[in-house]
T-cell receptor, first 111, second 112 residues
């Protein structure tokens, strides 16, 4: 079982729709969770972090965390073509501050 | 703004060559990391360093070594490059105690 799992996609949504990206993790002791966005040929950039159960909103982005079920999700409202990218879920392993990444979900937003 | 730079964006090397990839950060970060990213495998940690002259193996250290002689600079060394080391290499850094990592632009290495 992979430590952090994501559906590779692509997830295709029309412009203006809500995109929902999901991630599950295996380390029950994990406390910190991140979403990175990576455009093709570029390096990952942090878009959201979440540490507590529930929702965290930042502009059009909402991160959701459920530690009991060991999943974290990212919602993108009013999706734009510029949101087309690969979204990486990352979890800090208990112990050293080591990030473990999922393989990413490719999002395609069509005009 | 945090700035992490990598010495090359693209690199082509021959099998058996010694390859140096350099990473420099300008934010006085204690921790520095080297990852490789391959399709379907995601980012995998090769080595990390939490202080000058300190290094720790990540998940896939075989075939690689690192050097951290100065706080701002972290080098990844491929002693004898092989074709299976063709990949995108990403450097990252953060402060001690912080979890958010900041990435450099990446080096796409092709080993022929």
């Amino acid at each position: 079982q992979k430590e952090v799992e994501q559906n590779s996609g692509p997830l295709s949504v029309p412009e203006g729709a809500i995109a929902s990206l999901n991630c599950t993790y295996s380390d029950r002791g994990s406390q910190s969770f991140f979403w990175y966005r990576q455009y093709s040929g570029k390096s990952p950039e942090l878009i959201m972090s979440i540490y507590s159960n529930g929702d965290k909103e930042d502009g059009r982005f909402t991160a959701q965390l459920n530690k009991a079920s060991q999943y974290v999700s990212l919602l993108i409202r009013d999706s734009q073509p510029s949101d087309s990218a690969t979204y990486l879920c990352a979890v800090v392993n208990t112990g050293f501050q080591k990030l473990v990444f999922g393989t990413g979900t490719r999002l395609l937003v069509s005009p | 703004d945090v700035k992490v730079t990598q010495s090359s964006r693209y690199l082509v090397k021959r099998t058996g060559e010694k390859v140096f990839l350099e990473c420099v950060q300008d934010m006085d970060h204690e921790n520095m990391f080297w990852y490789r990213q391959d399709p379907g495998l995601g980012l995998r940690l090769i080595y990390f360093s939490y202080d000058v002259k300190m290094k720790e193996k990540g998940d896939i250290p075989e075939g690689y070594s690192v050097s951290r002689e100065k706080k701002e600079r972290f080098s990844l060394i491929l002693e004898s490059a092989s074709t299976n080391q063709t990949s995108m290499y990403l450097c990252a850094s953060n402060l001690q105690g912080a979890e958010t990592q900041y990435f450099g632009p990446g080096t796409r290495l092709l080993v022929l």
